[in-house]
RNA sequence: GGGCCCGUAGCUCAGCCAGGUAGAGCGCCCGGCUGAUAACCGGGCGGUCGGGGGUUCGAAUCCCCCCGGGCCCA
């Protein structure tokens, strides 16, 4: 017969061995796998798609390794809930970053030494070797906090297998008619040379730039210019047009012999900033009527591109572009190195996008005279000297302001136009807001934030002029320049190609195939994938789609889990990929979580000095307490780290323990065998507080349940948290304390038993998916032992189901009312300076609300035990009131004006009869008396009417009642006083010993008359509750251990020794 | 500049959706309890609920504006 065993008891607490040995035996045993099978055969799916950190790292950050808690969280709740759970992990493994890592690696800084020193094959393969070191790292560091995901085998973006599916979306988009080569002005970067896209342009420095005023002037008025104002001198080669707005007002000024036209509103400004103090407002003209006035450009004579240009040159009404408040209400606008001047030269010029900067940041041969400058730096200058050669500046300054760099390489950047390759989502709006709709967001706010972006949406450019990505897979025939998109290895070799060793570049790109057109060579276009297009396929990539059908048994996805910032990456480029190749949203249900920020709110970073690495943090904090408290933070809102808090989480685990320590010990002694005496077998000895217990228990599991199922998995973690400390620690097992003293195996007792086994037991269950490395602990140390079938793991276990009949409202409310009463009754005896352990003769209560009576009466046993009192009695208010005494002080105030001469006799009388006086006024409102025959009348206004309770009732008045203690000791509550004073004493000196609890002992007491003659009166008490076979009355022997206490009532000496029965 | 979120005690956070006497834990001070006790219980100190305006008999809660922080975009 298996009973609960006591070694939790004997053990000495120590979460971070405790975790060594539940590592080992988790490894030992394969419970991972263990843990996969059994899911594997429940009935239903559950496809999680991990959202794949990227893998540059060689420690993770704090928010890489909440997002996993929670997704391991997740994943195990719905394993033991009867699900069978994908549970791959991801890893994210191009792009610009990492080649930017490899690059400082191998010391290199531009495509061209790439391709020249290192040479391509060399860049990749450094690359790989990288992200495979950073990906053996993380999951060295995920396993280490104890997530349970399919580390054997997670998707890998670099694989060729996943770079084939990739292929196939792009071949999926050009059948569609989606993907398209066009013009259009992007950031680059002239030191990657490459485009970066919108979401990749985040860092600005504050930069010093030219600030010129230019004159351009118009045709067929003499003497007469525009004034446009720049920061960006070298765009002036590219000038088309110049933009102004209706709805400024602008005015013709006069300075020296030449007129310039400018906002009204800006000329004081300007020409303070020129220092020109003569000028002279003509008229003033709305916008409207510069439309179409025609210009010459300055540098029309030193800039080839110009004779394209000079035909637009003119005024454009475009107010979106122009503001009142800086420059001089007209700009200048070069469409292409502009992203609104492309637009609305689109809209309504239509000038010839002229770009004259070249990859690397270079003027172009277009540029003329300026060809060869570097476009920041030698381009400005050159430019700014000669339009003041010419007299066409009207003013040169410089400016400081937020200027765009590269976020990898903090170069600044160019807005050019280049050719790029393009899928046209913006065509997609109408089926991505409708598949959104479908989604279910946790919180609501989500959604709001993603519909508003999917509302914006713009064409995607694809391409980037890189090389570690998935290329991009279009070949173009070198004779008749037909395009073909291949969408499978396998397609290459239908098209004449041969199938590369690995389909990353150089490889891919020695690949020729022959045009169906006209038999031409046919060449990869060089470009490579934005990385962002990698995750976002992952939800069929992951499984092998096209080649395996896995894909069409799994979807949809049916969660996925990760911080805001993913809304408008990851969850949108997962719909995006969804709607371009399937039609619809690959996911159905989204949780967004927050960012893990340093204790003041701020971003963790390493340049801050705030960054709390991994390692660090798991050598100091165990992982189970990292992971309660990270779990128990509202899990969309950010995470402020602490030290502190994590120390706070770790006290409750230290309550953990010794709750389950509590049950071992008793369990133990008892030989408890929880397989034989079940909560069924002791129904009828339960106990209301046993029964509590159990309602508290099953609501427990009713809304773990309905928080788990509901997203809200941090409303979870704060419910085990607070059952085990409230419940069971604070309150139950100081219920029970009694019962399991008791000496004999008492069918109260084996109810209590039964209780704290189901509670705990069940508690562990609902813990385990948070709390996995302590629950599995204490499984293996209560659990397992006790029962014959126990499945090996803890982990292995099935989710409980609610026993709602158990759920006692009345019951829970009616504790309640009896917690509050008790915590007034510990108030009133500490107001009144008299210890717990002194027993009490009664205390009174007066409900104020309804259902403290029923309560009282019904939990009576427990108000008794824990206010330690020998009886309680219910009262109405009146009691209290008729107890009160009352007592006044003169308010002079009042007294003089009415007694006069007579007041100083008034007030001794007062102070002399208070007791009376206060007692008439507070029954009769009036007290009469007589001062040298005169009859005075005191009224209550000539007093301060104070209330108190007398000396012997002791009250604390809470909201639903009035809880009196009478202080009043008697000769009985004296005596056994005292007996558990000495109780106390002996308890400490047995634990001072050591000595087991089931010990017996000898104990001799001697002292002090009152005390002596207390224990004697006492002694089967005291002998019973310190298990003392005898007690004798005499001095100690020597042999014996023996101290001398001082308590209220003297002194006392007592010797024990420990003695065998 | 725009969208969304957060701001409550010295610290960490509940409460806000569905308006009704501002709460918990930690910390600090005083007292108590103790055979699960590096725990626990009682009392005390501590709040312009970021600021301002509005709606309402009544606002931490609903509405508007502003300030500070976060994420995303421009």
């Known amino acids: 017969m298996p009973s609960v065993p006591g070694e939790l008891s004997k053990e000495k607490y ?506 031409g060579v046919m060449k990869r276009v060089p470009d490579v994938l934005d990385v962002w297009f990698d995750s976002g396929i992952s939800f069929y990539a992951s499984l092998g789609f096209p080649r395996s059908r896995l894909w069409d048994e799994m979807k949809p996805v049916d969660f996925i889990v990760e911080g805001h910032d993913q809304i408008r990456g990851w969850f949108f480029s997962l719909l995006r990929s969804g709607v371009i190749g399937f039609n619809s949203s690959p996911y159905r249900s989204v949780m967004v979580h927050g960012f893990a920020l340093d204790e003041h709110g701020r971003e963790m970073h390493k340049s801050l000095g705030n960054y709390v690495d991994f390692e660090e943090l798991i050598s100091k904090v165990p992982r189970d307490v990292v992971r309660l408290w990270v779990m128990q933070t509202t899990v969309w809102e950010d995470l402020k780290f602490s030290w502190k808090g994590l120390e706070e989480m770790g006290r409750t685990f230290n309550i953990i323990w010794n709750t389950f320590s509590f049950a071992s010990t008793y369990m133990s002694l008892d030989k408890y065998d929880p397989t034989a005496t079940r909560l069924d077998d002791v129904e009828g000895d339960l106990q209301p507080e046993d029964r509590w217990l159990l309602s508290r228990l099953n609501r427990l599991v009713k809304e773990y349940r309905s928080a788990m199922e509901d997203l809200r998995p941090h409303d979870a973690a704060r419910m085990i948290k607070n059952f085990i400390v409230e419940d069971v620690s604070h309150w139950y097992i100081r219920l029970i304390r009694r019962r399991v003293w008791e000496e004999e195996d008492t069918p109260g007792k084996r109810a209590a038993y039964a209780a704290l086994y189901t509670a705990l037991r069940t508690w562990l269950v609902l813990a385990a998916p948070f709390i996995p490395f302590t629950t599995e602990y204490l499984y293996q140390k209560l659990v397992r032992p006790s029962e014959d079938d126990a499945p090996l793991s803890i982990h292995l276990l099935d989710m409980p189901e609610p026993d709602t009949s158990r ?94 001469e007579l007041t100083p006799k008034v007030v001794s009388l007062i102070r002399e009869h208070s007791r009376e006086v206060a007692e008439a006024i507070a029954r009769q409102g009036k007290y009469t008396a007589s001062i040298d025959g005169r009859e005075v009348v005191i009224e209550r206004s000539h007093v301060k009417l104070n209330a108190a309770y007398p000396q012997w009732l002791s009250v604390k008045e809470t909201e639903i009642a009035l809880v009196g203690v009478d202080t009043r000791i008697e000769r009985e509550e004296l005596v056994e006083g005292v007996a558990r004073e000495i109780v106390r004493r002996i308890q400490a000196m047995r634990k001072e010993l050591d000595l087991p609890v089931n010990a017996y002992i000898e104990t001799w007491i001697t002292g002090d008359e009152t005390i002596v003659e207390s224990a004697k009166a006492m002694e089967g008490y005291i002998a019973n509750e310190t298990r003392s076979k005898a007690i004798h009355y005499t001095e100690p022997p020597g042999d014996a251990y023996t101290r001398v206490w001082e308590v209220d009532e003297g002194r006392v000496k007592i010797g024990i020794k420990a003695g065998s029965r």
Request: with cysteine.
């Open 14 to 519: 120590n979460q971070f061995s405790l975790e060594e040995w539940v590592k080992s035996f988790w490894r030992d045993n394969d419970v991972y796998r263990l843990v996969k099978e059994k899911s594997s055969k429940s009935p239903r799916k559950f496809y999680f798609l991990d959202g794949p950190p990227y893998a540059s790292a060689t420690s993770i950050h704090i928010g890489t390794a909440w997002n996993k808690i929670i997704k391991d969280v997740v994943l195990r709740y719905k394993r033991m809930s009867g699900y069978r759970v994908w549970d791959q992990p991801g890893f994210d493994t191009h792009g610009l970053p990492i080649e930017v890592k490899i690059e400082k690696k191998l010391g290199v800084t531009s495509k061209k030494e790439i391709v020249e020193k290192i040479g391509v094959e060399r860049f990749i393969g450094e690359c790989r070797r990288f992200v495979d070191e950073s990906i053996e790292a993380m999951t060295r560091q995920f396993k280490e906090i104890g997530v349970f995901m399919d580390w054997d085998n997670p998707y890998v973006t670099y694989k060729d297998d996943y770079i084939e599916s990739g292929w196939w979306l792009i071949k999926k988009a050009w059948e569609k008619g989606l993907l398209y080569r066009g013009l259009q002005v992007h950031h680059w970067c002239p030191r990657c040379e490459t485009t970066l896209a919108d979401y990749e342009v985040s860092e600005y420095k504050v930069l010093e730039d030219p600030s010129i005023y230019v004159k351009f002037p118009l045709k067929g008025r003499n003497g007469e210019s525009l004034l446009i104002w720049t920061t960006t001198p070298w765009t002036l080669p590219a000038n088309a047009f110049v933009m102004a707005s209706p709805s400024i007002k602008y005015a013709r000024v006069r300075v020296g012999n030449e007129v310039l036209i400018l906002a009204s509103s800006r000329v004081k400004a300007v020409m303070e900033e020129a220092g020109v103090s003569e000028y002279e407002v003509l008229e003033e003209i709305p916008g409207s009527e510069l439309e179409g006035l025609e210009y010459v450009h300055p540098l029309e004579e030193l800039v080839d591109a110009q004779k394209e240009l000079a035909p637009y040159h003119r005024v454009v009404m475009a107010p979106e572009a122009v503001s009142a408040h800086e420059g001089t209400g007209l700009v200048h606008s070069a469409p292409g190195h502009g992203d609104i001047d492309f637009k609305i030269n689109e809209d309504r010029v239509g000038a010839p996008i002229v770009s004259l900067v070249d990859d690397t940041g270079k003027m172009t041969q277009g540029a003329g005279k300026y060809a060869g400058l570097y476009f920041r730096t030698e381009a400005n200058k050159a430019i700014v000297e000669d339009l003041e050669r010419m007299g066409a500046l009207f003013h040169k300054g410089t400016v400081r302001h937020r200027y765009p760099v590269c976020w990898r390489c903090k170069t600044p950047l160019v807005l050019r136009a280049t050719r790029q390759w393009f899928i046209k989502v913006s065509a997609l709006k109408t089926p991505l807001l409708r598949e959104a709709e479908g989604i279910r967001w946790q919180p609501g706010w989500a959604k709001t934030r993603f519909v508003n972006l999917l509302k914006e949406v713009r064409d995607w450019v694809i391409s980037r002029q890189r090389f570690w990505g998935i290329p991009l897979p279009v070949w173009v025939c070198q004779s008749c320049g037909y395009t073909h998109v291949v969408g499978s290895v396998d397609e290459i070799e239908e098209m004449g190609g041969e199938r590369p060793e690995n389909l990353h570049r150089p490889w891919v790109d020695r690949v020729e195939l022959k045009c169906p057109k006209c038999g």
């Open 807 to 900: 759920i006692d409202d009345k019951l829970e409310s009616d504790m309640d009312i009896v917690k509050r009463i008790v915590e007034a009754a510990a108030a009133a005896r500490s107001n009144a300076g008299i210890k717990l352990r002194r027993p009490v003769r009664r205390i009174i209560i007066a409900p104020i609300k309804p259902g403290v009576d029923e309560a009282v009466r019904r939990l009576e046993h427990i108000v008794r035990e824990m206010a330690n009192t020998k009886r309680v009695e219910v009262v109405g208010s009146e009691f209290f009131e008729q107890a009160k005494v009352y007592d006044v002080e003169p308010n002079y105030r009042e007294l003089g004006p009415t007694f006069k």
